[in-house]
């Protein structure tokens, strides 16, 4: 104990409103002046003894701090203890926590944001509008809620009441993580609460394909406004979105290569696909030097048309780009072209996706499915027998 610190005594009391006290002990607790009265002098000897104990081990620093403040300070160590975090880490946390609630914005101002900021670092049309197709029903959702108090409950409980497959509610979910990142980034949130969120379980099947016979007879029953998107999606591969982007400038007769330019592309990479020679003939007699490949009107209709006047009931999810996939894999034996030629980044998942789906055999026919030779293939009247 220092020189400064005075002991703490038991002074006598006296008091005609509480004549039953007779000892007080003063001291200081809080860096106020306190005065605990006792009945027994042996009570407030006690007190006092405890604090000129507690004054000698921690100084009166420690001695004028309150106690229920010490009880409370204690109790949140013990509970921080299992994690390795100190109380100082968790005035940190809640205070970053405070100030970003403070800041926060609504689920439908986010998505307004994020959708400005892609929108100027030059995303593609269809990435925007997933962002604001999928996201608005998130906005929808938890308009009114600031997005710094949204949990991970919330959004798993959300993602769980969608409608949709599980590949589908995938997608939902890395749309949230991007968006819940946005916000980290503006400073409307501290955490991903979608980062967090349990991912649906999705089942791998073998993608669907076109058979050679119905890819020789959607040749023949179409018209040639639709002609053109279909043979390229047959033989080339392209995405849909990279269908629908494509002009009749970027197909290089001459080079004997297609472009599809980063603009245009799903990954926003520029890659070049080889016109092959079947794709050839049946893009020759409809040549153009510019123009969008994919009619700008009634497409759906023609293309309709076409599916069902060659028999073809049921399509396949994404059948042209899988039946190119399939049958190229097949064909050429190379998962490494036909990885480049689909635009994927790595040939493992282009051999395990596509290999085997396909003879070789059957192959060689779709990539001899020509505008004179795809009638003695399989003739329209045949449509609606094996397929």
């Given at each position: 104990?220092?020189?400064?610190?005075?002991?703490?005594?038991?002074?006598?009391?006296?008091?005609?409103?509480?004549?039953?006290?007779?000892?007080?002990?003063?001291?200081?607790?809080?860096?106020?002046?306190?005065?605990?009265?006792?009945?027994?002098?042996?009570?407030?000897?006690?007190?006092?003894?405890?604090?000129?104990?507690?004054?000698?081990?921690?100084?009166?620093?420690?001695?004028?701090?309150?106690?229920?403040?010490?009880?409370?300070?204690?109790?949140?160590?013990?509970?921080?203890?299992?994690?390795?975090?100190?109380?100082?880490?968790?005035?940190?946390?809640?205070?970053a926590?405070?100030k970003?609630?403070?800041?926060?914005?609504?689920?439908?101002?986010?998505?307004?944001?994020?959708?400005?900021?892609?929108?100027?670092?030059?995303?593609?049309?269809?990435?925007?509008?997933?962002?604001r197709?999928?996201?608005?029903?998130?906005?929808?959702?938890?308009?009114?809620?600031?997005?710094?108090?949204?949990?991970?409950?919330?959004?798993?409980?959300?993602?769980?009441?969608?409608?949709?497959?599980?590949?589908?509610?995938?997608?939902?979910?890395?749309?949230?993580?991007?968006?819940?990142?946005?916000?980290m980034?503006?400073?409307y949130?501290?955490?991903?609460?979608?980062?967090?969120?349990?991912?649906?379980?999705?089942?791998?099947?073998?993608?669907?394909?076109?058979?050679?016979?119905?890819?020789?007879?959607?040749?023949?029953?179409?018209?040639?406004?639709?002609?053109?998107?279909?043979a390229?999606?047959?033989?080339?591969?392209?995405?849909?979105?990279?269908?629908?982007?494509?002009?009749?400038?970027?197909?290089?007769?001459?080079?004997?290569?297609?472009?599809?330019?980063?603009?245009?592309?799903?990954?926003?990479?520029?890659?070049?696909?080889?016109?092959?020679?079947?794709?050839?003939?049946?893009?020759?007699?409809?040549?153009?030097?510019?123009?969008?490949?994919?009619?700008?009107?009634?497409?759906?209709?023609?293309?309709?048309?076409a599916?069902?006047t060659?028999?073809?009931?049921?399509?396949?999810?994404?059948?042209?780009?899988?039946?190119?996939?399939?049958?190229?894999?097949?064909?050429?034996?190379?998962?490494?072209?036909?990885a480049?030629?689909?635009?994927?980044?790595?040939?493992?998942?282009?051999?395990?996706?596509?290999?085997?789906?396909?003879?070789?055999?059957?192959?060689?026919?779709?990539?001899s499915?020509?505008?004179?030779?795809?009638?003695?293939?399989?003739?329209?009247?045949?449509?609606?027998?094996?397929?």
């Amino acid at each position: 104990m220092s020189m400064r610190q005075r002991k703490i005594r038991v002074r006598r009391y006296k008091s005609k409103k509480r004549p039953h006290l007779k000892f007080v002990v003063n001291h200081r607790e809080g860096g106020k002046r306190k005065r605990a009265f006792f009945d027994t002098e042996e009570a407030a000897k006690s007190f006092a003894a405890f604090k000129n104990a507690e004054l000698a081990k921690n100084g009166s620093e420690h001695s004028e701090f309150p106690t229920a403040l010490r009880v409370m300070a204690q109790n949140a160590v013990d509970q921080l203890k299992p994690f390795g975090k100190s109380i100082a880490d968790a005035v940190q946390h809640y205070v970053a926590y405070l100030k970003a609630s403070a800041k926060s914005c609504t689920a439908t101002q986010l998505v307004r944001e994020l959708l400005n900021a892609k929108e100027k670092d030059g995303v593609s049309e269809r990435h925007l509008r997933d962002i604001r197709i999928r996201l608005g029903l998130f906005a929808e959702k938890f308009d009114g809620k600031m997005v710094a108090t949204i949990t991970r409950k919330e959004i798993d409980d959300w993602l769980r009441s969608l409608p949709f497959s599980p590949l589908t509610r995938n997608h939902y979910r890395a749309l949230l993580v991007l968006a819940f990142n946005f916000a980290m980034r503006s400073g409307y949130a501290t955490e991903n609460p979608a980062a967090g969120a349990a991912k649906a379980k999705v089942r791998s099947k073998a993608p669907g394909i076109l058979s050679v016979n119905e890819s020789a007879r959607l040749l023949e029953a179409a018209t040639p406004d639709v002609l053109p998107y279909i043979a390229i999606g047959l033989f080339a591969g392209l995405r849909r979105a990279e269908l629908e982007r494509l002009d009749w400038s970027n197909i290089g007769f001459e080079s004997g290569l297609i472009e599809v330019t980063a603009q245009n592309s799903k990954t926003a990479t520029r890659r070049f696909v080889t016109i092959q020679p079947n794709l050839r003939e049946w893009l020759m007699p409809l040549r153009k030097h510019k123009g969008s490949v994919t009619p700008e009107s009634n497409f759906r209709q023609s293309f309709e048309q076409a599916r069902e006047t060659a028999g073809i009931a049921e399509w396949p999810d994404n059948a042209l780009r899988h039946s190119f996939a399939s049958y190229h894999l097949a064909h050429f034996n190379n998962a490494a072209v036909t990885a480049l030629q689909l635009g994927h980044h790595d040939s493992r998942i282009t051999f395990a996706h596509y290999r085997e789906l396909v003879r070789p055999k059957e192959a060689a026919r779709y990539w001899s499915i020509k505008p004179e030779a795809s009638a003695k293939i399989v003739p329209l009247a045949a449509r609606g027998q094996a397929q």
